[in-house]
């Protein structure tokens, strides 16, 4: 799985670091998101699925 | 075109007017006609207090879809915009009525605090808020109004430690914020309302200017001083935070606790499982369940957008009617059953797209910790009245109780 962020679209909502804190961080000055893990593991998967699905901006892409 | 005044008669008599009115006895489902309409398709027409005609979006994927799509606009001056009330005056709520990319800059100077980090380290003193309410309340007469003893003070206070707004003027911002989401309310005494809150923001920030704290009206100062924010820009800011941040919360922690005790069975399973990840679940399914924004968020459409083989033309009203999306069974199972185990996270509870709630990483904190508290500490909690005696808020923007009598 290869994961990618468009943080110019990323709305800072945090969904994602609630979904799979793991593979998503925020930055410090404005919340936007960041890849912890661009390559995460088989077992993070479906909770970096679900990260993809919330986001509201849709601004979460992956590449199974 | 829609969206403007009709001339009597110039639409079929099936149109129906919108907002409805929920079933006599359902306080907690949307409005049965909604459920029907979402039953037929995922769009159609309803006709507004001022009879113009637009669009309404009721199923689950289409709303999304919708949402995510940046040819609609939330621009209340474009006509066609399907205002809810008369004219709302003339200054808009700061960025939530702004587009893109004026919205996202305003947006993103006030991000930083509802990080989830940020959030998570709130919960200690959010945590204790809720067990000092509960002591004096345990420690006063009873019966007690829910809403004023604890489900508007606990928002309330985390709200203004957040901005840096005094508590003690909590009468006044309370009564104020009230009037402006209230249907009912006449355009002239909203904007009073507004024209009030904007000038005591104005005040502090002056205050702030002056002698700065750490706290998020003072960091707004310093956007004033770099030229970033204009000083009306700041003071806008500060009331959409401040209604934004205590109203809503507040609402789902009353309505929440409603609807708890009127469902025992899931009441004493959030109770009796001192699980977190229960707790979290429960928070998720409830607001989905309530949907207190009840009135449909509005929109207007930029340009032709097809949805379901039918054309939205640009300038056409759009309402995006997320609490029926909310009761979609093609997103939700058994979509009018309270069930706090279902994986409801996916709720469009807090909108979709780039307007999704600001503060939803601080109102599911504030949410766990009082519903993960308030019932374990007071587990003999009941209604204090009949639930055909509780005053809802049929008449405001955001839906919820005026009051709620419990005792224990
Ligand atoms: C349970 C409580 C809450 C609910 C149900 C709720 C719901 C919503 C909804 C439905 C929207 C509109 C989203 C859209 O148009 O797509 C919204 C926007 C917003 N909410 Fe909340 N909200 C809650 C708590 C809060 C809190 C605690 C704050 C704190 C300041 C807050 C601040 C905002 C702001 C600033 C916006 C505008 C966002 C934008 O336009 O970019 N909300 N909220
Ligand atoms: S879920 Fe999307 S919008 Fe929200 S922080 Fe993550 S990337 Fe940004």
Known sequence: ?64 | MTGTLNPAGEHPAEIPEYPMARAAGCPFDPPPALHAMQEEGPLAKVRLWDGSTPWIVTRYAEQRALLADPRISVDVTRPGYPSPTPIRGSSPISFILMDDPEHARLRRMVTAPFAIKRVEALRPAVQKITDDLIDTMLAGPKPVDLVEAFALPVPSLVICALLGVPYADHDFFQENSKTIIKRSATPEQRSAALGRLAGYLNDLLDEKLANPGDDMLSQLTERIKTGELSREGAAQMGVLLLIAGHETTANMIALGTLALLENPGQLALLRDADDPKLVSSAVEELLRYLHITHNGRRWVALEDIEIDGQVIRAGDGLIVANDIGNRDPGAFPDPDRLDIRRDARHHVAFGFGVHQCLGQPLARMELQVVYSTLYRRIPTLRLATDLDQVPFKHDGSVYGVYELPVTW
């Open chain 1, 1 to 64: 799985m290869k994961v990618t962020i468009d943080q110019d679209r990323c709305v800072a909502s945090g969904q994602c670091v609630v979904a799979a804190a793991e593979v998503f961080d925020q930055r410090d000055e404005d919340g936007v998101a960041v890849l912890l893990n661009p390559d995460p593991p088989a077992e993070q998967a479906a909770d970096v699925r679900h990260a993809a699905v919330v986001c509201p901006a849709l601004a979460i892409h992956i590449e199974e």
